[in-house]
């Protein structure tokens, strides 16, 4: 779908292109074929935030990738017909030359070519992230939340812009228990323990649509293995009063996962470059900012002061639209129409200052009398002691239906559950969707343009429902074959002369060649790989190029190069271990101290 024409909002955007240790065996290449280009139903995994950008706005995009993957980026994006296309933002490669696959997402925006960047308030996404909420959504309840005069603070009662305020963040957060609502989760999918707590409600209430019921003040935010690791070493759960003095009510939640979507005003990247002990984002830097909101003596040791009083640069305002430092001080009390400056007392007149204050003012009550420190007064004036944190929001995604999907693709099994949904969306050509009606399943922005591309043909005598299935260009398919829910990529050869095939709940990425006889199910098969005749093969994962022999019946294996078939039983809930619940729990102050 055409992006819509937006203004510039100011905003850039960072995507984290890691090196996807979770996408094995599909990530075994990432000199020619890393993670942020493999395929999420047919397109490269990179278009779902370039998109995501687009639609928003924003169009300052980087993309911070190592340097090995840079020449594969910089080739997909000048040559790939999904990472072409017009409406497409074309990003901006950053390669830091000590940047590794084991650096932290923290540690990266230590680097000073990602510092040299960053020039005012700015996005953070990874490229796994798939994203069917419109970023307007999110950008506007930053906006009434954060920033502008909601989001300044007042300081001695004089309200000071960016300098007293220093404005908040915005994270995303999405539940994983979806699977019984039609959903694309997963069995033993991450996910992260999270308290958070209510945020002021306006008089008014909120109007239809809006994403402010969901919002909340994020107080505490780890992994769940790690909340289990310490709570099996220390056989409970300690909660600090600290935390249950200032807020008499915290929601706590082990169901959701953090989607790794953070809007963060630009003094977050000073906080960034002055704790060199931050590795990782949302462990670190939302972890202990949420518990720098409440627990004192925090903010002084992860430095926040120092962030939050840095000093400022010029405002420039720059043609596209953006500050290049949005956060610099704007001395309202300067562009005030009733203040006045009193000049300078020289060193006699400064002995009757006494007398001075007890005579009465020749201008009226209202006006405010500015007594400055020097000849000229100082356009940066020295900020007073910052005595409140801002806040980390937290946008808590419902799952219940109708809701949009947001999903964090970086396992095998959620490659598979998101490519097979996104299968599903009608294609935008077809006729009969151009009046969608309740009953139907609406156009987004990732509906392809074809359900079957016009280069590749349906024989006769083979089933394939149109509705569940996706088929790329140039795809050869024989007769006698029956495929149902499947997602195949481009040049894919199924079936042959003598016998087709039959697919069922598969992806297949570019090249795949499945012989006549295969029958497949729940399977995902890397690229130019080769399935030899009459193969049974359930719920495997197949390398790219690998050759299966003819005849070969595997269950629940990774089949690849130099590696007796590997089981993936252990991914299954087989093994007794009970799924685990929400835990919600309203805390009061009867808990006993940390």
Same mark, same amino acid.
């Given at each position: 779908?055409?992006?819509?024409?937006?203004?510039?909002?100011?905003?850039?955007?960072?995507?984290? %292109?890691?090196?996807?240790?979770?996408?094995?065996?599909?990530? &075994?290449?990432?000199?020619?074929?890393?993670k942020?280009?493999?395929?999420?139903?047919?397109?490269? *995994?990179?278009?779902?935030?370039?998109?995501? #950008?687009?639609? *928003?706005?924003?169009?300052?995009?980087?993309?911070? $990738?190592?340097?090995?993957?840079?020449?594969?980026?910089?080739?997909?994006?000048?040559?790939?017909?999904?990472?072409t296309?017009?409406?497409?933002?074309?990003?901006?490669?950053?390669s830091?030359?000590?940047?590794?696959?084991?650096?932290?997402?923290?540690?990266?925006?230590?680097?000073?070519?990602?510092? /040299?960047?960053?020039?005012?308030?700015?996005?953070?996404?990874?490229?796994?992230?798939?994203?069917?909420?419109?970023?307007?959504?999110?950008?506007?309840?930053?906006?009434?939340?954060?920033?502008?005069?909601?989001?300044?603070?007042?300081?001695?009662?004089?309200?000071?812009?960016?300098?007293s305020?220093r404005?908040?963040g915005?994270?995303?957060?999405?539940?994983? /228990?979806?699977?019984?609502?039609?959903?694309?989760?997963?069995?033993?999918?991450?996910?992260?323990?999270? $308290?958070?707590? =209510?945020?002021?409600?306006?008089?008014?209430?909120?109007?239809?649509?809006?994403?402010?019921?969901?919002?909340?003040?994020?107080?505490?935010?780890?992994?769940?293995?790690?909340?289990?690791? +310490?709570?099996?070493?220390?056989?409970?759960?300690?909660?600090?009063?600290?935390?249950?003095?200032?807020?008499?009510?915290?929601?706590?939640? !082990?169901?959701?996962?953090?989607?790794?979507?953070?809007?963060?005003?630009?003094?977050?990247?000073?906080?960034?470059?002055? @704790?060199?002990?931050?590795?990782?984002?949302?462990?670190?830097?939302?972890?202990?900012?949420?518990?720098?909101?409440?627990?004192?003596?925090?903010?002084?040791?992860?430095? *926040?002061?120092?962030?939050?009083?840095?000093?400022?640069?010029?405002?420039?305002?720059?043609?596209?639209?953006?500050?290049?430092?949005?956060?610099?001080?704007?001395?309202?009390?300067?562009?005030?129409?009733?203040?006045?400056?009193r000049?300078?007392?020289?060193?006699?007149? &400064?002995?009757?200052?006494?007398s001075?204050?007890?005579?009465?003012?020749?201008?009226?009550?209202?006006?405010?009398?500015?007594?400055?420190?020097?000849?000229?007064?100082?356009?940066?004036?020295?900020?007073?002691?910052?005595?409140?944190?801002?806040?980390?929001?937290?946008?808590?995604?419902?799952?219940?239906?109708?809701?949009?999907?947001?999903?964090?693709?970086? !396992?095998?099994?959620?490659l598979? @559950?998101?490519?097979?949904?996104?299968a +599903?969306?009608?294609?935008?050509?077809?006729?009969?969707?151009?009046?969608? !009606?309740?009953?139907? !399943?609406?156009?987004?922005?990732?509906?392809?343009?074809? /359900?079957?591309?016009?280069?590749?043909?349906?024989?006769?005598?083979?089933?394939?429902?149109?509705?569940?299935?996706?088929?790329?260009?140039?795809?050869?398919?024989?007769?006698?074959?029956?495929?149902?829910?499947?997602?195949?990529?481009?040049? #894919?050869?199924?079936?042959?002369? +003598?016998?087709?095939?039959?697919?069922?709940?598969?992806?297949?990425?570019?090249?795949a060649?499945?012989?006549?006889?295969?029958?497949?199910?729940? %399977?995902?098969?890397?690229?130019?790989?080769?399935?030899?005749?009459?193969?049974?093969?359930?719920? %495997?994962?197949?390398? =790219?190029?690998?050759?299966v022999?003819?005849?070969?019946?595997?269950?629940?294996?990774?089949?690849?190069?130099?590696?007796?078939?590997?089981?993936?039983?252990?991914?299954?809930?087989?093994?007794?271990?009970?799924?685990?619940?929400? =835990?919600?729990?309203?805390?009061?102050?009867?808990?006993?101290?940390?």
């Amino acid at each position: 779908m055409p992006h819509a024409t937006l203004p510039s909002t100011g905003f850039q955007a960072f995507i984290l %292109c890691g090196p996807g240790e979770n996408l094995a065996p599909f990530n &075994s290449n990432p000199k020619d074929f890393p993670k942020a280009l493999i395929p999420i139903a047919n397109r490269p *995994m990179i278009w779902y935030p370039l998109d995501w #950008c687009g639609r *928003m706005g924003v169009t300052d995009i980087y993309l911070i $990738a190592s340097p090995e993957s840079r020449p594969a980026l910089e080739a997909a994006l000048a040559q790939n017909p999904y990472l072409t296309q017009p409406t497409l933002p074309t990003p901006e490669i950053i390669s830091p030359e000590d940047l590794t696959l084991t650096t932290g997402t923290a540690e990266l925006f230590r680097f000073p070519k990602v510092q /040299k960047a960053i020039k005012g308030d700015f996005i953070v996404l990874p490229c796994d992230i798939v994203c069917e909420l419109h970023g307007s959504s999110l950008l506007e309840t930053w906006m009434t939340l954060q920033a502008g005069l909601g989001g300044a603070r007042s300081i001695d009662g004089v309200l000071s812009a960016e300098q007293s305020g220093r404005r908040g963040g915005l994270g995303v957060w999405y539940q994983t /228990k979806d699977a019984a609502e039609g959903g694309v989760g997963v069995k033993k999918e991450e996910t992260d323990f999270i $308290a958070t707590t =209510e945020i002021a409600q306006p008089a008014v209430p909120s109007a239809s649509g809006s994403l402010r019921p969901f919002v909340r003040d994020l107080k505490v935010s780890m992994p769940t293995a790690v909340l289990k690791d +310490k709570m099996e070493e220390e056989k409970s759960l300690r909660i600090r009063h600290a935390l249950l003095r200032k807020h008499g009510k915290v929601k706590m939640m !082990t169901t959701y996962r953090d989607a790794h979507i953070y809007f963060f005003p630009h003094w977050v990247k000073d906080m960034m470059a002055e @704790n060199e002990t931050f590795d990782n984002i949302s462990e670190d830097v939302v972890g202990w900012w949420a518990k720098s909101t409440w627990q004192d003596g925090l903010p002084e040791k992860l430095q *926040m002061g120092e962030a939050l009083a840095s000093k400022k640069k010029k405002v420039n305002t720059q043609l596209n639209g953006h500050l290049d430092d949005a956060d610099d001080e704007i001395d309202l009390a300067g562009l005030s129409s009733t203040g006045v400056l009193r000049p300078a007392q020289s060193q006699s007149q &400064s002995t009757n200052t006494t007398s001075s204050r007890n005579s009465p003012s020749p201008y009226a009550s209202r006006v405010r009398i500015l007594s400055p420190t020097s000849s000229s007064p100082s356009p940066h004036p020295q900020p007073p002691p910052i005595t409140t944190i801002p806040p980390i929001l937290s946008y808590l995604h419902p799952s219940h239906p109708p809701s949009h999907l947001i999903r964090r693709v970086d !396992t095998v099994p959620l490659l598979l @559950n998101v490519s097979l949904a996104l299968a +599903k969306l009608p294609s935008t050509s077809d006729p009969s969707n151009s009046g969608a !009606t309740s009953t139907t !399943t609406p156009l987004t922005s990732f509906s392809h343009t074809h /359900k079957i591309h016009p280069t590749s043909t349906t024989p006769p005598q083979m089933t394939m429902p149109q509705t569940t299935s996706l088929v790329d260009a140039n795809v050869t398919l024989f007769s006698k074959s029956t495929i149902k829910e499947c997602v195949i990529g481009a040049s #894919c050869v199924l079936g042959g002369e +003598k016998a087709g095939v039959r697919l069922n709940r598969c992806v297949l990425m570019d090249g795949a060649v499945v012989e006549a006889g295969g029958k497949l199910d729940g %399977c995902v098969l890397g690229r130019r790989c080769r399935i030899g005749a009459d193969c049974e093969l359930r719920d %495997c994962y197949v390398q =790219e190029g690998f050759v299966v022999p003819p005849g070969t019946t595997a269950k629940g294996e990774v089949l690849q190069a130099g590696v007796e078939g590997t089981d993936l039983s252990g991914d299954e809930d087989g093994d007794g271990e009970e799924e685990e619940e929400e =835990e919600e729990g309203e805390m009061d102050g009867d808990e006993e101290e940390d």
